[in-house]
């Protein structure tokens, strides 16, 4: 089954750091964009972070720029996204997702990893 | 920043009944618009692209329509399954971004 698995979630003090994982599995994963969207308890979906097939370009929500890096292991598969300086209000489940050749629309999604920032 | 503006926030029907969901934005977009399912607990689900075209596997009941600033996402016949919420997403500009929420239920 074609497939995202997210992982790496869990509680972090503001301030601190926290590395999250996704793992792709029965598609070609080099040959698209990926991305994280992410959803506040109980909010709608907010864009985080867009990586192209080979990593050479990235685009970030202003919110999460020069705090959040988006990367990419074709090798292994799997994206992440490294978060520093997190604050309270990047509480939130973190979706990995696929986007639709260029079309910027998200075709395939994870079930999320639940990012919770709290002292 | 594009906002989209979607109406209302809640739509209480029965099944068998049409669902009309709406998505404005606060500029025009052409035809770049997406509309997404999420049920609880679950990831969204694609339904409709470049505002009318159906993704892989979405039954003909969901249909799109709109274009410019106005978008209305219709359901023709409410299935038991598809009382959840519904997210429109624009990808005209950056940074992309969501409307805020229909939640369909059940009346």
């Known amino acids: 089954e074609v497939q995202l698995v997210e992982s790496g979630g869990g509680l972090v003090q503001p301030g601190g750091s926290l590395r999250l994982s996704c793992a792709a599995s029965r598609f070609t994963f080099s040959s698209y964009w990926m991305s994280w969207v992410r959803q506040a308890p109980g909010k709608g979906l907010e864009w985080v972070a867009n990586?192209?097939?080979?990593?050479?370009?990235?685009f970030y929500v202003d919110s999460v720029r020069g705090r959040f890096t988006i990367s990419r292991d074709n090798a292994k598969n799997s994206l992440y996204l490294q978060m520093n300086s997190l604050r309270a209000e990047d509480t939130a489940v973190y979706y990995c997702?696929?986007?639709?050749?260029?079309?910027?629309?998200?075709?395939?999604w994870g079930g999320g990893t639940l990012v919770t920032v709290s002292s | 920043e594009i906002v989209l503006t979607q109406s209302p926030a809640i739509l209480s029907l029965s099944p068998g009944e049409r669902a009309t969901l709406s998505c404005r934005a606060s500029?025009?977009?052409?035809?770049?618009l997406a509309w997404y399912q999420q049920k609880p607990g679950q990831a969204p689900r694609l339904l409709i692209y470049?505002?009318?075209q159906r993704a892989t596997g979405i039954p003909a009941r969901f249909s799109g329509s709109g274009s410019g600033t106005d978008f209305t996402l219709t359901i023709s016949r409410l299935e038991p399954e598809d009382f959840a919420l519904y997210y429109c997403q624009q990808r005209s500009n950056w940074p992309l971004t969501f409307g805020g929420g229909t939640k369909v239920e059940i009346k």
């Open positions: 997702a696929r986007v639709t050749g260029l079309d910027w629309y998200f075709d395939l």
């Open positions: 470049d505002a009318s």
């Open positions: 500029q025009s977009i052409s035809i770049y």
């Open positions: 990586i192209k097939q080979d990593g050479s370009d990235k």
